[in-house]
C-alpha cells in the first residue's frame, strides 16, 4: 500500500497510474491532512510570497512525491504547495527591533563638514595683497585671475578624483582608494598650477604662487574628507583661521599672512600624504622604492581587470582550467580569450566619473557667477561674496537633509502598500526636505549680507530669489547623483553655465535677472529629472 505508484514493467503503455483524488472532509471522516499540514506550518506558508517557497519547505521536510500522492492525495509537492498556499492567509510579520537605515547620519558630521568647506575662504582674507593689482580685462583684480582659473579646474578635477575614490570605498577596497587618491592628487595639482599660470596674464608672481598653493591645498583636503578626517582637516586649518580673524581687528603684516598661509598648507598637504602613504610601502612589501615603481606602473596600465583582495591585478583565468600548455598557440588564445570575457563581465567602476567631474566644474561657475556677476558685468564694483559663503556653508544641512530624504523615502517604502501611496510619501519627504534645505541657506544669505561690510542690499528680491533657485539647482543635483542620475544633472548644469556665461560675453540683460531666468529654468529642469526618478521604486535601492 505504501509503495510507489509509478507503472509496473509489463504493464499496457497506454495505461496510466491510479492518482488518488483529493481527500475531502466529512462528517464521520477523519479531518483533512491537507488541513493538519497547514496549521502545522502556518507560520512559514503565511509569510510565503509564491507557492514555490512552500514547495521548497515541503522538500526540506523531506516529503518526496510518492510520500505526498499517499498522504495528501495531490500529484506532487507543488500541487501540495499551491494548495496550502491558497488555504492560508497572507500576513508578512514586521521584522523584529528597528529596520535598518543605511541612510542615518548625525547632524553635528554634516554641519562640520560644511564649515570645513566654508573656512578656506578665509585664505582669500589673507591673501589679500597677494591678489591686488590693476583690473583688467574682466573688471576684477590681476591676481584674481589665475586664482579663480585654478579653483575652477580643482573642482572640476577632485569631484571626478574623490567619485573615483568613494567608488572604491563603497567595493570595500580602502587600499584602492587611497591608491588612487595617491596617483591622482599630484596629477590635479599639477594640472591646475599650469591652468593658473596660463591664466596669469599680468598678475604678479605671488598670485600664481597662490593658485598654485591653492590648488594643493584641494587635492589634499580632498583625500582628508574622502578618508572621513574631517576633524583632522580643521585643526590643520586653525592658525589660518585665527590669522584671518585678527585681520579683521588689526593689520597683519604681509611676512606673517605668508606665514600662516604656508603653515596651514604644509599641515594638510602633509597629513593628506600620511593619509595614502601607507599604500607605497604596501606595494612594494616594505620598500618605498619598490613600492613607487609598482605605483608607477600600475598606473600606466591599463585599469580594465578586477583587483585582488591584495591590491594585485587578478588572474582573468583564475580558477579556470588551463587552455593549453604554457607557450602553445592554444594556450595563450585561451588566455587572451579568458582575458577578454573577464574585461566584458567586469563591473564598470569608474562608469560616471566623467559626469562628476562635469557637474563639477559647472555648479563652480555658477557659483561664481552668483558671487561675481555684477563685477563681471560692470555693474557693481562690490563683491557678492556673501552668496558664495552662504551657499558653502549649506552644504552641510544639505547633506544632512539629502540623507534624511534617503531615510524618508525607504521608510515609506517599507509602509506603503501601493506604488501611488509610495510616490506620495516620497514627494512629502522631497517637499519637506528642500524646503528645510531652503529656508536654512535663506538664513544664512540675509545673515552672511548683513555681517559683510559693502555687501549688496540683502533685501533685494531679485538677488534672493536668484539665491534660493540656485539652491534648488544644487540641492536637486546632489540628489540626483545619489540616484546614480549624474548624467542628467552635468548635463543641466553646464547647459546653464554655458547660458549665462553667453550672456555675459554678449553683455544680455542685468546680471540680476540672466541669473535669475538661468537658475529658475536649471531648477525646473532638475526638478522634473528628480520627480522622474522619485517615483521609481527602484531608484531607492
Known amino acids: 500500500?505504501?509503495?510507489?505508484?509509478?507503472?509496473?514493467?509489463?504493464?499496457?503503455?497506454?495505461?496510466?497510474?491510479?492518482?488518488?483524488?483529493?481527500?475531502?472532509?466529512?462528517?464521520?471522516?477523519?479531518?483533512?491532512?491537507?488541513?493538519?499540514?497547514?496549521a502545522e506550518l502556518g507560520e512559514s506558508v503565511t509569510a510565503a510570497v509564491h507557492p514555490d517557497e512552500v514547495a521548497a519547505l515541503l522538500e526540506s521536510d523531506g516529503l518526496s512525491d510518492d510520500q505526498i500522492r499517499e498522504r495528501y492525495g495531490v500529484a506532487d509537492s507543488f500541487a501540495l504547495a499551491e494548495a496550502l498556499f491558497e488555504r492560508v492567509d497572507r500576513g508578512y510579520p514586521e521584522p523584529e527591533g528597528p529596520a535598518h537605515d543605511p541612510w542615518?547620519?548625525?547632524?553635528?558630521?554634516?554641519?562640520?563638514?560644511?564649515?570645513?568647506?566654508?573656512?578656506?575662504?578665509?585664505?582669500?582674507?589673507l591673501a589679500a595683497p597677494l591678489l591686488a593689482g590693476p583690473r583688467g580685462a574682466f573688471g576684477l583684480p590681476a591676481g584674481t585671475v589665475p586664482m579663480l582659473a585654478g579653483a575652477l579646474c580643482g573642482w572640476t578635477w577632485n569631484q571626478g578624483l574623490a567619485h573615483r575614490a568613494y567608488t572604491w570605498t563603497g567595493l570595500g577596497d580602502r587600499t584602492a582608494a587611497r591608491r588612487a587618491l595617491l596617483v591622482g592628487t599630484p596629477a590635479g595639482v599639477l594640472l591646475g598650477s599650469l591652468v593658473a599660470l596660463a591664466a596669469a596674464g599680468s598678475a604678479g608672481r605671488?598670485?600664481?604662487?597662490?593658485?598654485?598653493?591653492?590648488s594643493g591645498y584641494l587635492g589634499a583636503a580632498t583625500v582628508l574628507l574622502v578618508m572621513g578626517r574631517e576633524r583632522t582637516l580643521l585643526a590643520a586649518l586653525a592658525p589660518m583661521t585665527a590669522g584671518a580673524v585678527v585681520t579683521v581687528f588689526h593689520?597683519?603684516?604681509?611676512?606673517?599672512?605668508?606665514?600662516?598661509?604656508?603653515?596651514?598648507?604644509?599641515?594638510?598637504?602633509?597629513?593628506?600624504?600620511?593619509?595614502v602613504a601607507p599604500v607605497v610601502r604596501e606595494l612594494g612589501k616594505g620598500s618605498w622604492g619598490a613600492g613607487l615603481l609598482a605605483l608607477l606602473r600600475r598606473a600606466n596600465a591599463r585599469g580594465?581587470?578586477?583587483?585582488?583582495?591584495?591590491?594585485?591585478?587578478?588572474a582573468a583565468s583564475a580558477g579556470r582550467p588551463d587552455g593549453g600548455k604554457p607557450g602553445t598557440a592554444p594556450g595563450r588564445l585561451g588566455a587572451a580569450l579568458a582575458r577578454l570575457r573577464a574585461r566584458r563581465s567586469a563591473p564598470r567602476r569608474h562608469a560616471g566619473t566623467l559626469g562628476y567631474a562635469l557637474f563639477g566644474l559647472g555648479s563652480g561657475v555658477l557659483v561664481l557667477y552668483a558671487a561675481l556677476g555684477d563685477v563681471l558685468t560692470g555693474a557693481r564694483t562690490a563683491v557678492a561674496a556673501p552668496a558664495a559663503v552662504a551657499l558653502t556653508l549649506s552644504m552641510g544641512p544639505a547633506e544632512w537633509l539629502l540623507f534624511r530624504f534617503r531615510s524618508g523615502s525607504l521608510a515609506g517604502l517599507r509602509s506603503s502598500t501601493s506604488a501611488r501611496r509610495f510616490r506620495r510619501a516620497a514627494t512629502g519627504a522631497l517637499l519637506k526636505c528642500l524646503t528645510g534645505y531652503l529656508a536654512a541657506l535663506l538664513v544664512l544669505g540675509l545673515g552672511a549680507s548683513a555681517l559683510w561690510p559693502h555687501a549688496p542690499a540683502a533685501a533685494d528680491g531679485v538677488r534672493i530669489g536668484g539665491l534660493l533657485l540656485?539652491?534648488?539647482?544644487?540641492?536637486?543635483?546632489?540628489?540626483l547623483q545619489s540616484f546614480g542620475a549624474v548624467t542628467g544633472t552635468a548635463a543641466v548644469v553646464c547647459a546653464?553655465?554655458?547660458?549665462?556665461?553667453?550672456?555675459?560675453?554678449?553683455?544680455?540683460?542685468?546680471?540680476?535677472?540672466?541669473?535669475?531666468?538661468?537658475?529658475?529654468?536649471?531648477?525646473?529642469?532638475?526638478?522634473?529629472?528628480?520627480?522622474?526618478?522619485?517615483?521609481?521604486?527602484?531608484?531607492?535601492?
Open 1 to 38: 500500500m505504501s509503495g510507489s505508484l509509478r507503472t509496473q514493467p509489463g504493464t499496457h503503455g497506454a495505461t496510466r497510474p491510479l492518482v488518488p483524488s483529493q481527500r475531502r472532509p466529512t462528517s464521520w471522516g477523519k479531518p483533512d491532512p491537507i488541513d493538519e499540514l497547514a
Open 104 to 125: 542615518r547620519t548625525g547632524l553635528i558630521g554634516c554641519l562640520l563638514r560644511g564649515v570645513v568647506f566654508a573656512l578656506p575662504g578665509l585664505g582669500y582674507v
Open 206 to 214: 605671488g598670485a600664481v604662487a597662490f593658485a598654485a598653493g591653492q
Open 251 to 275: 593689520p597683519v603684516p604681509d611676512p606673517a599672512r605668508v606665514a600662516l598661509l604656508l603653515g596651514s598648507l604644509a599641515a594638510v598637504a602633509l597629513l593628506g600624504l600620511l593619509e
Open 304 to 314: 580594465g581587470e578586477p583587483s585582488g583582495r591584495d591590491g594585485e591585478p587578478r
Open 470 to 479: 540656485l539652491g534648488v539647482v544644487m540641492w536637486t543635483g546632489l540628489l
Open 496 to 541: 546653464a553655465a554655458l547660458a549665462q556665461t553667453a550672456a555675459l560675453a554678449t553683455h544680455t540683460g542685468d546680471s540680476r535677472w540672466v541669473g535669475l531666468i538661468v537658475y529658475g529654468a536649471a531648477a525646473g529642469a532638475q526638478t522634473v529629472l528628480v520627480c522622474a526618478r522619485t517615483g521609481k521604486v527602484t531608484a531607492h535601492r
